[in-house]
């Protein structure tokens, strides 16, 4: 599905979360009758981290001072010998939490040193902060909108381990198409085959309620929802659009968004992952991002004699996003299970090239509709595993480059990129092949993301570090299951 990224107002853009004062903040908390206030951040991999603190313990104050935590523990963060670090919560980020019984108040924080005073390089959230920032100073443009489509599983069951002597994972689901022949229960049949769940009604279609219930909480949390229905896969693949924001904003929605769904599906006995391809023969879950740049009330993205309704600069950040594609997916697509949904196949944007329509190219133009207000890039190779606020301020920078270096894209292509011959198919590059590839491409080219200091040095090295130590290295020494079914009686 398509994420809109038209304003409400002939453009004004959409509107940031109101701002609110620290005091605003503690006085509708009480008058809310709230008990406890939970205090997040989010660590290097992209993961809300928490602790909470009575309400008698939220002041003023504490907005200015900051609330201690150990950053040794925390991934991607601080050494043991400097491991001391405050969080200062932004009062502008406050929703009651929906998934609690215990009412609660959610308040996401910035993460800074005590020492220094300063705040802290590798707090992602500073990152896309930062990157807002300088699409000001750059003169460019004054706003930077984001529309992630993020898709999801919703199982019934899933047991997985690996040590030694096994490794396995196992995945129920009462949607899915395998239990057709299921016994022991009555079977009242109506599921969606495989690649074929976008998208019939129930009772094929049996998470309907619940995604009515994952969207109530999320507009309660002051999410703006747009649409939600079952996507592609069996076994409950789904899409819940939010209506688009500001870019850190939007990272803080994304983070709300995968906790709603985790924490509503848990209540009500199912388990939601945002795994990237968490089955084999299906669709994997990406997370096509929709950008568009705007200044004094002006989309930049819009020409109505470009191709696809496209301005030269909305070309050039195209351009950006194509060149700087194998290192952008060290972000936008973090993880080694990421490069089994990348691959020939299942709507997987591998192509680097543009074209209106066209979902097998890295980058598609919608045309849904002719508004200057609408037009909007979509990239389509992120998927909802990575750190938005790191993938955001990525993918801003790398269109930030292409603008400022004019750099031109490969011409679009209109066609099924998958039936080309060989001959016109061997001049279209692809995206990497696994996460080493992706890390590497990283390491050689990251100076675009160094400008203006948006990213800096030790953030980089620290991320090529934890992902060949914790995932790369890890995944490739243990024997993978198949292995088994291919070599066991070599």
């Not at 400008?451 to 060949?468: C, H, M, N, Q, S």
């Amino acid at each position: 599905m398509t994420a809109t990224l038209e304003p409400t107002t002939a453009g004004s853009g959409a509107k940031p979360a109101a701002s609110a004062s620290p005091a605003d903040v503690v006085r509708k908390a009480k008058e809310a009758g709230v008990q406890v206030v939970d205090l997040k951040f989010t660590d290097l991999p992209g993961t809300w981290q928490h602790f909470s603190i009575p309400l008698k313990e939220l002041t003023e104050e504490v907005f200015k001072e900051g609330i201690g935590f150990d950053g040794s523990s925390i991934r991607g963060f601080q050494a043991i010998n400097e491991s001391d670090m405050l969080l200062f919560a932004d009062p502008a980020s406050a929703f009651v939490d929906p998934c609690l019984e215990v009412p609660t108040l959610s308040l996401t924080c910035d993460v800074g040193d005590p020492v220094t005073g300063e705040r802290y390089s590798r707090d992602p959230r500073y990152v896309a902060q930062k990157a807002e920032q300088y699409l000001v100073k750059s003169g460019i443009a004054t706003t930077a909108y984001y529309g992630p489509e993020a898709e999801f599983y919703i199982f019934n069951s899933v047991r997985f381990d690996q040590n030694a002597h096994e490794g396995y994972y196992h995945i129920d689901s009462e949607e899915g198409i395998w239990n057709s022949g299921a016994n022991g229960s009555p079977n009242q049949g109506h599921r969606p085959r495989h690649k074929e769940g976008y998208f019939p009604v129930p009772p094929v279609d049996r998470l309907q309620d619940l995604r009515s219930k994952i969207m109530l909480a999320m507009i309660a949390s002051g999410i703006d929802v747009e649409v939600h229905h079952h996507e592609v896969g069996t076994a409950g693949q789904t899409e819940i659009d939010m209506r688009f924001t500001t870019l850190a904003r939007m990272g803080d929605q994304l983070m709300m968004y995968k906790y709603i769904v985790k924490n509503v599906c848990h209540q009500h006995g199912y388990t939601a992952t945002f795994m990237p391809k968490p089955m084999f023969g299906d669709n994997g879950s990406g997370m096509h991002v929709h950008m568009s740049l705007w200044k004094d009330g002006k989309n930049l993205f819009f020409d109505p004699n470009g191709y696809a309704l496209l301005s030269e600069s909305a070309r050039w950040y195209i351009g950006g996003l194509i060149k700087h594609a194998p290192a952008l997916l060290a972000f936008a697509a973090p993880t080694t299970n990421s490069y089994r949904r990348l691959v020939p196949g299942y709507e997987a944007p591998i192509n680097l090239i543009y074209s209106q329509r066209n979902r097998s190219a890295i980058c598609r133009i919608p045309v849904y509709s002719k508004s200057p207000k609408a037009k909007r890039i979509e990239f389509r190779a992120p998927d909802p595993s990575s750190n938005p606020y790191l993938t955001f301020a990525a993918l801003l920078m790398a269109g930030l480059d292409g603008i400022k270096h004019k750099i031109e894209p490969p011409k679009p292509m209109d066609v099924d990129l998958y039936d080309l011959e060989p001959e016109e198919r061997k001049h279209v590059k692809n995206t990497p092949g696994s996460l080493s590839e992706s890390l590497a491409a990283l390491e050689a080219d990251q100076a675009f993301l160094l400008e203006g200091g948006v990213f800096t040095p030790d953030l980089i090295e620290t991320w090529l570090a934890y992902k060949r130590a914790k995932e790369v290295d890890p995944v490739a020494l243990r024997p993978h299951p198949y292995e088994f079914f291919l070599y066991y009686d070599v």
